[in-house]
C-alpha cells in the first residue's frame, strides 16, 4: 500500500526553526522529484521546494530561499525540509509529494507532476 506521511508540523515563534519528515512506503523515493507544498488559508496550494533524488538537485520558491532545506535519505526513504527564521506568513499546511520515476536531473515543483501525496501536516508560526 502506497503512503505519504508527513509529520513535525506545530506551534513555532517567529524567529524559530523547525524541520518536517516525509516518510514514504509502498514505493521508493529513489529516481523521483519529491516536493514540499503549502496552503494557506484563503490562498492555493503553492511548490515551494523540491529535490531531485537522483542529482540532488533543488529548485526553491523565492518566499522561502535561503530560509528552508530540502534533503532525502534514500535509505531511509523518507525526506525532509528544515525551516529556519520561520515568519507568520509561513503558516499552512504543508504537503510532501513524489513524481513518477523520472531521470536523474532538474527536480520538478509543479502539482501536476506529483502522483503520490501526504495528507499535510500544520504548521503555525505565531507568538
Known amino acids: 500500500q502506497v503512503r505519504v506521511v508527513e509529520s513535525g508540523g506545530g506551534l513555532v515563534q517567529p524567529g524559530g526553526s523547525m524541520t518536517l519528515s516525509c516518510a514514504a512506503s509502498?514505493?521508493?523515493?529513489?529516481?523521483?522529484?519529491i516536493g514540499w507544498f503549502r496552503q494557506a488559508p484563503g490562498k492555493e496550494r503553492e511548490g515551494i521546494s523540491c529535490?531531485?533524488?537522483?542529482?540532488?538537485?533543488?529548485d526553491y520558491a523565492l518566499s522561502v530561499t535561503g530560509r528552508f532545506t530540502a534533503s532525502v535519505h534514500i535509505a531511509n526513504n523518507s525526506a525532509y525540509l528544515q525551516m529556519s527564521n520561520l515568519e507568520p506568513e509561513d503558516t499552512a499546511v504543508y504537503y510532501c509529494a513524489a513524481s513518477r520515476p523520472r531521470l536523474g536531473g532538474r527536480c520538478v515543483r509543479d502539482s501536476d507532476d506529483m502522483i503520490y501525496w501526504g495528507e499535510g501536516t500544520q504548521v503555525t508560526v505565531s507568538s
Open positions: 529535490i531531485d533524488s537522483s542529482s540532488g538537485n533543488t
Open positions: 509502498g514505493f521508493g523515493l529513489d529516481y523521483r522529484s
